[in-house]
């Protein structure tokens, strides 16, 4: 969440408009697409905040009909993790952070830096409850690991920063954070013909973490996180279905 404090006012100076560029041959038109969304748009990775370094994936399910159509069922849910938030631990930051800027920059007083942190908590406070409220009631993410591989109780108290939360994550779906930009696939391609009777069904996400994290699938070079330890364990679960994870360039 991007955070705008009053004190961050100064706007720089407009630079002057740029002396117009002869005109050039046009580039060649680049090959191929950019991945779309069922709705036709464009992917766009999500904002990346700092060390977080976002990859694209499709993960492509193949089995028996029956099977495909109950983890498909199985696998919707919010796409919200239900942490629980201390919100007068984040109020206290809050205020200190706004208190602690220099005189010379802070447009509050003292009262007004604890009147902004106390309407900071209430904000994130009534967001978590609308977000929490959904987990059970709302199936608008087609692929949802908290309700495919829930997060324990004792690991949501933690919230969402805390060591040993993340060391949970890490373990159990190999990712630090939730799946981004989740869509079902229109048209998955199983990689095979398929049996008689079977059935395939397809996710694209981006999945996010410490850039200075792991390599990713394929050996690109790239860096981050990556569901596969979440998808090993769906496919020991699930093991009348065939489970394929790849990465997948935006290019």
């Given at each position: 969440?991007?955070?705008?404090?009053?004190?961050?006012?100064?706007?720089?100076?407009?630079?002057?408009?740029?002396?117009?560029?002869p005109?050039?041959?046009?580039?060649?038109?680049?090959?191929g697409?950019?991945?779309?969304?069922?709705?036709?748009?464009?992917?766009?990775?999500?904002?990346?905040?700092?060390?977080?370094?976002?990859l694209?994936?499709?993960?492509?399910i193949?089995?028996?009909?029956?099977?495909v159509?109950?983890?498909?069922?199985?696998?919707?849910?919010?796409?919200?993790?239900?942490?629980?938030?201390?919100?007068g631990m984040?109020?206290?930051?809050?205020?200190?952070?706004?208190?602690?800027?220099?005189?010379?920059?802070r447009?509050?007083?003292?009262?007004?830096?604890?009147?902004?942190?106390?309407?900071?908590?209430?904000?994130v406070?009534?967001?978590?409850?609308?977000?929490?409220?959904?987990?059970?009631?709302c199936?608008?993410?087609?692929?949802?690991?908290?309700?495919?591989?829930?997060v324990?109780?004792?690991?949501?108290?933690?919230?969402?920063?805390?060591?040993?939360?993340?060391?949970?994550?890490?373990?159990?779906?190999?990712?630090?954070?939730?799946?981004?930009?989740?869509?079902?696939?229109?048209?998955p391609?199983?990689?095979?013909?398929?049996?008689?009777?079977?059935?395939?069904?397809?996710?694209?996400?981006?999945?996010?973490g410490?850039?200075?994290?792991?390599?990713?699938?394929?050996?690109?070079?790239?860096?981050?996180?990556?569901?596969?330890?979440?998808?090993?364990?769906?496919?020991?679960?699930?093991?009348?279905?065939?489970?394929?994870?790849?990465q997948?360039?935006l290019?």
């Open positions: 969440m991007a955070i705008s404090f009053p004190w961050d006012s100064e706007v720089p100076a407009k630079a002057p408009p740029p002396e117009p560029l005109q050039a041959e046009p580039d060649p038109k680049p090959r697409r950019r991945p779309r969304l069922h709705s036709g748009r464009a992917l766009a990775a999500p904002r990346a905040d700092s060390g977080t370094a976002w694209y994936f499709h993960l492509i193949t089995g028996p009909a029956a099977a159509d109950a983890f498909a069922t199985a696998a919707r849910g919010a796409g919200v993790t239900p942490w629980r938030l201390d919100f984040l109020e206290e930051d809050i205020f200190n952070m706004a208190a602690a800027q220099p005189p010379a920059r447009n509050l007083s003292i009262a007004g830096c604890r009147i902004l942190a106390r309407q900071f908590r209430e904000r406070e009534r967001r978590q409850g609308r977000a929490a409220a959904l987990v059970g009631r199936q608008g993410c087609p692929f949802d690991l908290h309700a495919l591989l829930p324990p109780d004792a690991i949501l108290d933690l919230g969402p920063s805390h060591p040993d939360a993340l060391a949970w994550l890490a373990a159990h779906w190999g990712v630090t954070d939730r799946l981004r930009q989740v869509t079902r696939l229109q048209r391609k199983p990689g095979r013909r398929l049996p008689k009777d079977s059935s395939v069904v397809g996710y694209g996400f981006f999945a996010g410490d850039s200075g994290g792991g390599s990713s699938p394929g050996g690109d070079g790239n860096s981050g996180e990556t569901p596969a330890i979440a998808v090993a364990t769906l496919a020991a679960r699930w093991p009348a279905l065939r489970f394929r994870l790849q997948r360039p290019d």
